[in-house]
């Protein structure tokens, strides 16, 4: 079954720090992943995405994320932290190809991490 | 702003009854996608319409069905309400539908909490 696992509940990192969300996964074939953030009471905006080419993504807001397929991960990366960046981040994965029954299209989320930057 | 609007915001109800969740997607996005955000089940999915036809089911209850309108706005039913079902329900779309699905980002709406007492 396809899965997506993100080992930490929270994250606790100094401002100023980097930081690094974690986040693996379990599907076959070649995956697209996908890392979204949840700020409290809002709906789920996209950060970045993976699908093909260089391992390393950039996204909005400064954030990166490096895809290793041997290591079946795609964590969430930062150089410094910042106050403003605390919330909720998930990393989703979205089937590929034909033979999933018609589900190519919905992501599958990992449980999420709350992550916590102090001052 | 990602530019999926949810009505309403937030629904109080009561056990046994039966509520409409409405979303209207991004301007051109042909599909929504509804997720449902639960403290125990985290975000789950449960149904994809595309232009107007259902085309994939995820865990999603007998109790709830939906439907996208010709105009692309869908709406969520819920019946039969449990205390189980309070959660916040989120409406996503994209622009295409098929093997190009995949590559596309899903833009989410900021969703509607229920709460069933």
């Known amino acids: 079954a396809q899965s997506v696992a993100q080992p930490e509940d929270q994250v606790n990192v100094a401002e100023g720090n980097p930081l690094t969300v974690k986040c693996t996964y379990s599907?076959?074939?070649?995956?697209?992943l996908f890392w979204y953030v949840q700020y409290p009471n809002r709906g789920l905006q996209f950060l970045l995405k993976?699908?093909?080419?260089?391992?390393l993504v950039k996204g909005s807001y400064g954030f990166e994320a490096e895809f290793n397929k041997s290591q079946t991960s795609f964590h969430l990366k930062k150089p410094s932290a910042l106050v403003s960046d605390s919330a909720l981040y998930f990393c989703?994965?979205?089937?590929?190809?034909?033979?999933?029954?018609?589900?190519?299209?919905?992501?599958?989320f990992g449980k999420g991490t709350k992550l916590s930057v102090k001052p | 702003d990602s530019g999926v609007t949810q009505t309403p915001k937030h629904l109080i109800t009561a056990t046994g009854q039966r509520v409409t969740l409405r979303c209207s997607p991004r301007?051109?996005?042909?599909?929504v996608y509804w997720y449902q955000q639960s403290l125990d089940q985290g975000l789950q999915f449960l149904i994809q319409?595309?232009?107007?036809?259902?085309?994939a089911k995820g865990n999603i209850l007998e109790r709830f069905s939906a439907q996208q309108f010709p105009d692309l706005h869908s709406e969520l039913n819920l019946s039969s309400l449990e205390l189980g079902d309070s959660a916040l329900y989120f409406c996503?779309?994209?622009?295409?539908?098929?093997?190009?699905?995949?590559?596309?980002?899903?833009?989410f709406g900021a969703g509607t909490r229920l709460s069933v007492l």
């Open positions: 989703a994965v979205r089937l590929t190809g034909m033979n999933y029954g018609g589900s190519q299209g919905n992501l599958i």
């Open positions: 319409y595309y232009n107007g036809e259902e085309r």
């Open positions: 993976y699908i093909t080419g260089d391992n």
């Open positions: 996503a779309s994209s622009t295409t539908s098929g093997q190009h699905t995949a590559k596309n980002i899903q833009y």
């Open positions: 301007s051109g996005d042909l599909s």
């Open positions: 599907v076959s074939g070649n995956p697209y």
